[in-house]
């Protein structure tokens, strides 16, 4: 079983920064491919940035060139770097962790969320 802590939420004004952590429980961190969603209210849940066992990242087109995600194998962590914020990204940001049984079969864990709000 995976556990997901999140922080580094919080209140900032539009082209601000901010950094969100994830930290995994269990040995299982290096083999997962990584992601964070967010989700607005009234709006469904978006996969933001994925980064796979070799590094490869992808990026919703809304976010390209202003968010990084990384990962440190050694601490178990994902990151996500949100630079020139806007309040368009104001949201609850979840972390996502996927572990690959076989070709079809995954086991998905979340975080609990953390609110990201952009002020104008």
């Known amino acids: 079983q995976v556990q997901l802590v999140e922080s580094g939420g919080g209140l900032v004004q539009a082209g601000g920064s901010l950094r969100l952590s994830c930290r995994a429980s269990g040995s299982i961190f290096s083999v997962s491919t990584l992601a964070w969603y967010r989700q607005a209210p009234g709006k469904q849940r978006e996969l933001v940035a994925t980064i796979d066992r070799g590094g490869t990242t992808d990026y919703v087109d809304s976010v390209k060139g202003r968010f990084t995600i990384s990962r440190d194998n050694a601490k178990n962590t994902v990151y996500l770097q949100m630079n020139s914020l806007k309040p368009e990204d104001t949201a609850v940001y979840y972390c996502?962790?996927?572990?690959?049984?076989?070709?079809?079969?995954?086991?998905?864990?979340w975080g609990q969320g953390t609110q990201v709000t952009v002020s104008s």
């Open positions: 996502n962790l996927r572990i690959t049984i076989s070709d079809n079969l995954h086991n998905n864990y």
